[in-house]
């Protein structure tokens, strides 16, 4: 979280009507990332020449398609880093809007494939939609949680910065030497995007500024994404 912004006073410390319109602002911003993240895997997957694309390279064996992958995963992150870097753009509102469409539309992206194979797997969207609704419930008791409690989860840092490192080497080692993770890396994904929610949710409450809404939006954002991923592959492995 950047401290450079104008405004001089978390969170914690404005009166409650301007804490409260910052929280209404950072989850309206999250709702509509969602919606457009929604809205371009609709177009994507409707689009015939994204379909055969993915099916060519990711579904049948194409050669290089492994090392492609890597790549795709390089190129989010980086992107990742450009989106968070624009959003925490002091005083620059185009800057931060940028960059939360710049993440929503490469999280968008990231998704095809396995949206793609959870099609295949029942015909139809039952575990997207399936997903999504465990998705949407866990979000909403970890941020009651989290909201009802106020406690300051700002410990739970180190944990996080060294579990990525550690879920990032082993995605790669799965890549690089053809294994799967299973469904046991899934379900500990899924406790690690639990954490991050908390983690940020937790920031919004206590240490952003009231001017920072698109960040905060973003951050909760990128551990939704990720909470749906895992939740959406472990409903995959008991097809």
């Not at 950047?2 to 006073?9: I, M, Q, T, V």
């Not at 490469?106 to 797997?121: G, T």
């Not at 939006?217 to 939740?231: C, D």
Request: glycine share 8%; net charge positive; with cysteine.
């Amino acid at each position: 979280m950047s401290s450079a912004y104008g405004n001089p006073y978390s969170v914690a410390q404005a009166d409650v009507s301007e804490r409260a319109a910052f929280i209404r602002r950072t989850y309206a911003h999250l709702a509509g990332a969602v919606l457009a993240l929604i809205c371009i895997d609709f177009v994507l997957l409707n689009t015939p020449a994204v379909r055969s694309f993915i099916e060519n390279i990711f579904f049948r064996g194409s050669s290089g398609g492994s090392m492609l992958w890597l790549g795709v995963l390089g190129a989010f992150m980086v992107i990742s880093w450009l989106a968070t870097s624009f959003a925490n753009n002091p005083g620059n509102k185009n800057m931060q809007y940028l960059g939360l469409g710049l993440y929503t539309f490469a999280w968008a992206v990231m998704f095809l494939p396995i949206l793609m194979l959870a099609q295949y797997k029942t015909g139809d969207n039952t575990l997207i939609t399936k997903a999504g609704i465990c998705t949407g419930t866990v979000f909403a008791a970890l941020t009651m949680i989290a909201m009802f409690t106020r406690a300051d989860f700002s410990f739970l840092r180190g944990f996080l910065m060294i579990g990525g490192f550690v879920a990032l080497g082993a995605i790669i080692a799965g890549v690089l030497f053809g294994f799967s993770l299973g469904v046991w890396f899934s379900a500990a994904m899924v406790l690690f995007a639990s954490i991050s929610i908390l983690y940020n949710t937790s920031e919004i409450i206590h240490n952003y500024n009231t001017d920072q809404h698109v960040a905060a939006a973003l951050s909760l954002f990128g551990s939704v994404a990720m909470l749906f991923w895992y939740i959406l592959r472990i409903f995959m492995s008991r097809e």
